[in-house]
């Protein structure tokens, strides 16, 4: 069974930084697409970087040049590493793992960005 265990949420001042992690139980890590997807009170769930198993990276317009994804495959662990955090990034950040066959998703973690 797979399982996704978030971490490293917290409540940061605007401009600061968090380093949320996600592992993943079981052997299957090195074949999945990650990514996290964050969703703010009242609305959608929405992308914020997802990770290919081959290390191609996406991001979305907002986070561009703030947010950086990565992973370790030895550790079966996925990273967002956020700065210069703003109000609007406040959200639960989800960790999603993929393949051809499955979706997986953690339970969350909550980010506030608050002065």
């Known amino acids: 069974q797979v399982q996704l265990v978030e971490s490293g949420g917290g409540l940061v001042q605007p401009g600061g930084s968090l380093r949320l992690s996600c592992a993943v139980s079981g052997s299957i890590f090195r074949i999945l697409s990650m990514g996290w997807y964050r969703q703010a009170p009242g609305k959608q769930r929405e992308l914020v970087a997802t990770?290919?198993?081959?290390?191609?990276?996406n991001y979305a317009d907002s986070v561009k040049g703030r947010f950086t994804i990565s992973r370790d495959n030895a550790k079966n662990t996925v990273y967002l590493q956020m700065n210069s955090l703003k109000p609007d990034d406040t959200a639960v950040y989800y960790c999603?793992?993929?393949?051809?066959?499955?979706?997986?998703w953690g339970r969350g973690t909550q980010v506030t960005v608050s002065s």
């Open positions: 999603n793992g993929s393949s051809v066959y499955n979706t997986y």
């Open positions: 990770i290919t198993s081959g290390g191609a990276i």
